[in-house]
Nanobody
Framework: QVQLVESGGGLVQPGGSLRLSCAAS????????MGWYRQAPGKQRELVAT???????NYADSVKGRFTISRDNAKNTVYLQMNSLKPEDTAVYYC????????????WGQGTQVTVSS
């Protein structure tokens, strides 16, 4: 089993920045890829960004150039740096961990709310 705990959400104005963190614990050696996903009200959960154990990254087109995913293996933590935030980025953001594929992941965190509003 793998446990994921997100932090860093909150309220930010359009154009602002936030950094989300996801701390992983448990059987981390089984994980191939970790990622961030989001779900806005009335919409399906979607992939935002992923990073493999080898460091390969992938981004949704809607966040390319604005969001950056990274990982600190010593801390078993994955980050999502979000810049130039837009109101349409408002959603609950979830951390996920997959043993063989990024979506759907095998494990989910509890989610953290990100609200972009003036």
């Amino acid at each position: 089993q793998v446990q994921l705990v997100e932090s860093g959400g909150g309220l930010v104005q359009p154009g602002g920045s936030l950094r989300l963190s996801c701390a992983a614990s448990g059987s981390i050696f089984t994980i191939y890829v970790m990622g961030w996903y989001r779900q806005a009200p009335g919409k399906q959960r979607e992939l935002v960004a992923t990073i493999s154990s080898g460091g390969r990254t992938n981004y949704a087109d809607s966040v390319k150039g604005r969001f950056t995913i990274s990982r600190d293996n010593a801390k078993n933590t994955v980050y999502l740096q979000m810049n130039s935030l837009k109101p349409e980025d408002t959603a609950v953001y979830y951390c996920g961990a997959g043993k063989t594929r990024p979506y759907p992941p095998d494990y989910w965190g509890q989610g953290t709310q990100v609200t972009v509003s003036s």
